[in-house]
């Protein structure tokens, strides 16, 4: 699929410019690094320490997930990790574990294939495979989180009765703005196909759809505005359907560093998703 645009979806160059900023994290934050690589070696600790259980959930090298246990019976929650479909892998996101199972809350962070070796569609399709497998196992529809397009494909799962609820940090609800960047060279988003992926126009979870209909979006502070507009665009529409959305701002922290209440087992986040856990 090319990135061909429409003539009515042609922008300006200003305006091209202003997205290229708003949606290009590595390029806004330039500290950046040194937060990868912490995640990284935090994840390796995290590992070495707790030696999950490796599950696999499809037939490539990357559709694994590790699985932290709190023990029989205890809820579920999947973490969907970012990077625009093209870049991080799930040994970079071990480290979001200890603090949930410090709540008896077990955690799976399973990883996918990049583009664009395959697309975004395909990737969203495993994510089902992964959330499947969790649900097989336990029983039970789990809780989703992701981060950037991690809280796009925690979405989808929702929207589609695969948990019981989402929490989304820094999410990518409405794809067409990112098929005007650079990141789309990768991805090989045409406007249709966009649309098409984009949870913010799929079937909303409410009373009658099979699952839960609670949806968190939390962003950073010092995110860009479309990141910060992008959650609060989300709530309102699935809100104002039926869904349960909950919209939080996080002072202080941009795209990176929002992640960190992760770590954190008392943090606002971890508590939030601890009881989105639990929650009927």
Same mark, same amino acid.
């Given at each position: 699929?090319?990135?061909? $645009?429409s003539p009515e979806a042609t922008l300006t160059n200003e305006r091209t410019a202003e997205l290229e900023a708003a949606y290009n994290n590595r390029a806004r934050v330039p500290g950046h690094p040194a937060v990868l690589d912490r995640w990284r070696k935090d994840s390796l600790r995290v590992i070495d320490a707790r030696r999950p259980e490796t599950l696999e959930y499809g037939p490539s090298?990357?559709?694994k997930m590790e699985w932290f246990d709190a023990g029989a019976g205890a809820p579920v929650a999947v973490f969907m990790h970012g990077g625009?479909?093209? +870049?991080?892998? =799930?040994?970079?996101?071990?480290?979001?574990?200890?603090?949930l199972l410090e709540h008896g809350i077990s955690v799976a962070v399973p990883g996918y294939d990049l583009a664009p070796a395959v697309s975004p569609g395909k990737i969203i399709g495993q994510m089902r495979e992964a959330t499947e497998l969790v649900r097989a196992r336990t029983g039970k529809r789990p809780l989703v989180f992701g981060h950037s397009v991690g809280g796009c494909m925690a979405a989808c799962m929702l929207s589609e009765g695969r948990a019981r609820a989402a929490l989304? *940090?820094?999410g990518v609800f409405d $794809?067409? #703005?990112?098929t005007h960047t650079s990141l789309n060279d990768a991805l090989g988003l045409d406007l249709l196909t966009? =649309?098409? $992926?984009? #949870? *913010?126009y799929w079937p909303v979870p409410n009373g009658s759809t099979p699952g839960g209909k609670a949806l968190d979006c939390w962003v950073g502070g010092e995110e860009s505005n479309e990141f910060v507009r992008q959650s609060r665009h989300m709530a309102a529409e699935w809100g104002g359907k039926g869904a349960d959305t909950h919209v939080e701002i996080m002072e202080g922290l941009?795209?990176?560093? +929002?992640?960190?209440?992760?770590?954190?087992?008392?943090?606002?986040?971890? =508590? =939030?998703?601890a009881a989105l856990a639990v929650a009927e």
């Open positions: 699929m090319g990135k061909a $645009l090298e990357r559709q625009y479909w093209q +870049a991080l892998d =799930r040994g970079w996101f071990a480290w979001v574990a200890p603090a989304a *940090i820094s $794809l067409e #703005p990112v966009a =649309r098409a $992926l984009s #949870p *913010i941009n795209h990176f560093t +929002a992640l960190d209440p992760l770590a954190d087992k008392d943090s606002a986040m971890v =508590r =939030r998703l």
